[in-house]
């Protein structure tokens, strides 16, 4: 049986997820697969993605899937990271597309002029090292507050929910960059490229029992 899926839709950096997994679980088996059954079957899910939403919503259900996705984001460890957490909204604004619809909110673009508190103008895509300001939930065990984690996106979400946002980072304003619920954990930054402190939240992850 495998221990860890890594869904495989065509979308996301999956080399660089599965290297980063092996590297903090050297024992685990870990397998980036198209396979709904293998995803069905595995102890844990992670759900990775990059590109535009509409092209990865597409690229699910052309797979066939969405059901597998959305059963393991209801029933086991799972993680989405990036567009992962993006697709787990109900709708958003790249595209106009509705989302999987596991958690109610939207998928939302930084507005086109942004600037810091010097009047410097930001670039969108937001894209590189930021801080994130994280809660309390058992994966941020042992990352510092306000850790660096790397960010490659122009869209957030906007949970309608508030009482799962985990984490927010500033862009220059503040923006949700970590949900979690039950079993399901999703973030916004890249993890695989997040060195110490990304690795450190995906052993938490592998290590993560929900209840």
């Not at 290297?19 to 396979?35: E, H, W």
């Not at 309390?136 to 660096?148: K, N, P, S, T």
Request: charged content about 20%; glycine content about 8%; overall charge neutral.
């Amino acid at each position: 049986m495998v221990d860890i899926a890594v869904v495989d839709y065509g979308m996301g950096n999956l080399r660089s997820v599965q290297q980063a997994v092996r590297k903090v679980a050297p024992n685990a088996s870990v397998s980036v697969t198209d396979d709904a059954k293998i995803i069905a079957a595995a102890s844990r899910v992670i759900f990775p993605g990059q590109g535009a939403m509409p092209d990865c919503m597409r690229e699910l259900d052309a797979r066939g899937l969405r059901q597998a996705v959305l059963d393991a984001a209801r029933n086991k460890p799972f993680m989405g990271i990036c567009i992962g957490l993006q697709m787990l909204f109900e709708h958003s604004a790249e595209g106009d597309v509705p989302g999987l619809g596991v958690l109610s909110g939207e998928v939302v673009r930084f507005a086109s002029e942004l600037k810091d508190a010097q009047g410097n103008k930001l670039k969108v895509p937001h894209m590189g090292w930021n801080q994130v300001h994280h809660g309390d939930h058992v994966l941020w065990e042992g990352i510092e507050q306000d850790a660096r984690f790397y960010f490659v996106h122009s869209y957030y979400v906007r949970p309608r929910d508030a009482t799962v946002v985990q984490a927010s980072s500033d862009y220059p304003q503040p923006f949700v960059c970590a949900v979690a619920r039950d079993n399901l954990f999703a973030v916004q930054f890249h993890p695989e490229k997040s060195a110490a402190a990304g690795l450190k939240l995906l052993q938490n992850f592998i290590n993560w029992n929900p209840v």
